[in-house]
Each structure stands twice: as C-alpha cells, then as structure tokens.
C-alpha cells in the first residue's frame, strides 16, 4: 500500500512562510518527479512546483521567487517553503508523485489527501 502523507498546512498572515512535506511510505521501488499542485476553492487545480529525480525544478510563474521546492531521496519527501505568502496563495495543496510501487517497475501516479493553506489579510 502506497500513501503519499502531506503536512505543514495551516493560517498564517500575509508576508508570513510555511513548510509543507509530503513523505511517501508503502512498498515503493523508486520515485521519479514529485510536485505540488494546489486548488482554490471554485478552481482548477494547478501546478505549483515540481521536482525531478535529478532535482530539476520548476514553477508556476505566480510563486517563482517565493516558493522553493526540494527533495530528501533517502526519506521519500518532497518539501515546499513557501515565503511571502500572500491571500491568493489561500488553496488545498496537493502532493503528487510519479512512483514505482513494489508490485511493478512502471511509473504510476500517486496523490495526496491534501492539506489546506489559508493565508489572510
């Protein structure tokens, strides 16, 4: 069984920072791009950010400069640091990962629970 775990969510001003993690656990054989993506409410879900295996990163041009997306190997997590966080950054943030589970060595596609970020005014 595979999960993909996200936490650091939470209220914080505007100006203020959050962490969010996403731990992958279960049987997995290896991890290849993991990303955050977010969904407001009444919104499309979009890209926020994503990593490679390589550590290549990329992000949506509205966190650029703000948003920093890593990744532990060693521990199945990908981080999101979120600086200057404004009220339009208010979404579900969710975990995505591109992963191979213990019963097959192809890629499949895994989401988080997701964890809310609300930021206000």
């Known amino acids: 069984q595979v999960q993909l775990v996200e936490s650091g969510g939470g209220l914080v001003q505007a100006g203020g920072s959050l962490r969010l993690s996403c731990a992958a656990s279960g049987s997995i054989i290896s991890i290849n791009a993991m990303g955050w993506y977010r969904q407001a409410p009444g919104k499309q879900r979009e890209l926020v950010a994503t990593i490679s295996s390589g550590g290549s990163t990329r992000y949506a041009d509205s966190v650029k400069g703000r948003f920093t997306i890593s990744r532990d190997n060693a521990k199945n997590t990908v981080y999101l640091q979120m600086n200057s966080l404004k009220p339009e950054d208010t979404a579900v943030y969710y975990c995505?990962?591109?992963?191979?589970?213990?019963?097959?060595?192809?890629?499949?596609?895994?989401w988080g629970q997701g964890t809310q970020v609300t930021v206000s005014s």
């Open positions: 995505n990962a591109d992963l191979s589970p213990g019963y097959s060595y192809h890629y499949r596609n895994y």
